[in-house]
């Protein structure tokens, strides 16, 4: 027998392995850092920093009291600890402010979807009377007298300069570098079987079982199948039905009147980190969240309900190993704080 080694077991074995390095370091680091794309493109860490600037900027509302920071606090998870937020109105909005977190893989956005794109979404609370109050062309002329912004704006997009559009771009690159990644549960995922504690693997396990059919909806990397859907709470706001109007004059209930009352199902990354829940911020601790879809919602009786709402007999024990893998095995150790506005 010969004893050489035939090389393409060797260098398939390599090859393997440095596929699951560069998979393991793109998904895992917690220091990774997100240069996004545009239009398939490199977006330049001079644009997320315009964006960044922008975002925590209150020359962008009317009075110059509110930015996008206001609302999508860093602290609090990139939302806002209250139920409803309040801008240059002082009138609380009609829905909770959504987080931030791993938005780059969104294909809509707001809790009823109405926005195509985040260049698109990170423009629209700012002619909003209630959130910013700054008419676009207003904004525009605003920026256009900053010598900063002048000078940023054009290093940043040589052809244009200061525009909306190009505000909307800049705002949206540094938006999709807030990433919440290499929690424990990554981490066990990827073979490291101490990451998560006895009840949080319980919870784990109580997840993506067809018990709780928890991730049926809160699906894939981000937890999220960014769909809409009727999970029976209280409350008047017709969510998607008010931007898709399939289905309106249907008389029969879910699939077929599915955007009666149906909202994007949020993605639970760093969940602990944005309370209160709910597109109207209607429970303070994820206790209260698991309780109500153990009991199979506030309005089981709700038109257009999903048929995946129904009570789901955890005991207390099971309730609790749920919530701790919400809290523990979603939780990134990327911080986010006031500290990024310098």
């Given at each position: 027998?010969?004893?050489?080694?035939?090389?393409?077991?060797?260098?398939?074995?390599?090859?393997?392995?440095?596929?699951?390095?560069?998979?393991?370091?793109?998904t895992m680091g917690p220091e990774r850092k997100i240069l996004p794309t545009f239009n398939k493109e490199p977006v330049s860490q001079r644009r997320i920093d315009l964006g960044k600037t922008l975002f925590f900027d209150k020359i962008l509302s009317h009075d110059k009291t509110v930015s996008c920071a206001t609302c999508h606090q860093p602290e609090y998870g990139f939302a806002d600890p209250v139920a409803f937020s309040t801008g240059v109105s002082k009138k609380p909005l009609a829905r909770h402010t959504p987080h931030l977190f791993n938005i780059f893989s969104n294909s809509s956005f707001f809790w009823d979807g109405r926005s195509p794109s985040l260049e698109h979404q990170a423009l629209q609370p700012i002619p909003n009377e209630d959130e910013?109050?700054?008419?676009?062309?207003?904004?525009?002329?605003?920026l256009k007298q900053e010598p900063r912004y002048v000078t940023e704006f054009g290093a940043v997009f040589p052809r244009s300069?200061?525009?909306?559009?190009?505000?909307?771009?800049?705002?949206?690159?540094?938006?999709?570098?807030?990433?919440?990644?290499n929690t424990p549960f990554d981490r066990f995922q990827s073979g490291d079987t101490k990451a998560l504690?006895?009840?949080?693997?319980?919870?784990?396990?109580?997840?993506?079982?067809?018990?709780t059919n928890c991730s049926k909806c809160h699906s894939g990397d981000n937890f999220t199948d960014s769909d809409f859907?009727?999970?029976?709470l209280f409350g008047e706001d017709l969510g998607r039905?008010?931007?898709?109007?399939?289905?309106?004059?249907?008389?029969?209930?879910?699939p077929f009147f599915h955007t009666q009352k149906a909202f994007k199902t949020p993605s639970l990354r760093n969940v602990s980190l944005t309370a209160p829940y709910m597109h109207n911020g209607a429970f303070n601790t994820l206790e209260e969240v698991i309780e109500i879809y153990n009991k199979?919602?506030?309005?089981?009786?709700?038109y257009g309900i999903s048929l995946d709402i129904k009570p789901l007999s955890l005991t207390q024990q099971e309730m609790k190993d749920l919530v701790l893998f919400l809290k523990e095995g979603l939780l990134s150790p990327n911080k986010f704080n006031a500290a990024m506005t310098h």
């Amino acid at each position: 027998m010969s004893s050489r080694i035939h090389p393409f077991p060797f260098v398939k074995t390599v090859i393997l392995s440095c596929v699951l390095f560069f998979l393991v370091g793109c998904t895992m680091g917690p220091e990774r850092k997100i240069l996004p794309t545009f239009n398939k493109e490199p977006v330049s860490q001079r644009r997320i920093d315009l964006g960044k600037t922008l975002f925590f900027d209150k020359i962008l509302s009317h009075d110059k009291t509110v930015s996008c920071a206001t609302c999508h606090q860093p602290e609090y998870g990139f939302a806002d600890p209250v139920a409803f937020s309040t801008g240059v109105s002082k009138k609380p909005l009609a829905r909770h402010t959504p987080h931030l977190f791993n938005i780059f893989s969104n294909s809509s956005f707001f809790w009823d979807g109405r926005s195509p794109s985040l260049e698109h979404q990170a423009l629209q609370p700012i002619p909003n009377e209630d959130e910013m109050g700054l008419p676009v062309k207003e904004m525009v002329k605003r920026l256009k007298q900053e010598p900063r912004y002048v000078t940023e704006f054009g290093a940043v997009f040589p052809r244009s300069g200061v525009t909306a559009k190009n505000v909307g771009i800049a705002i949206a690159a540094f938006e999709r570098t807030i990433v919440a990644d290499n929690t424990p549960f990554d981490r066990f995922q990827s073979g490291d079987t101490k990451a998560l504690s006895a009840s949080a693997k319980r919870g784990m396990d109580l997840f993506f079982d067809k018990k709780t059919n928890c991730s049926k909806c809160h699906s894939g990397d981000n937890f999220t199948d960014s769909d809409f859907h009727n999970t029976g709470l209280f409350g008047e706001d017709l969510g998607r039905a008010t931007v898709d109007r399939h289905g309106q004059f249907q008389m029969r209930p879910y699939p077929f009147f599915h955007t009666q009352k149906a909202f994007k199902t949020p993605s639970l990354r760093n969940v602990s980190l944005t309370a209160p829940y709910m597109h109207n911020g209607a429970f303070n601790t994820l206790e209260e969240v698991i309780e109500i879809y153990n009991k199979g919602g506030q309005d089981p009786e709700s038109y257009g309900i999903s048929l995946d709402i129904k009570p789901l007999s955890l005991t207390q024990q099971e309730m609790k190993d749920l919530v701790l893998f919400l809290k523990e095995g979603l939780l990134s150790p990327n911080k986010f704080n006031a500290a990024m506005t310098h």
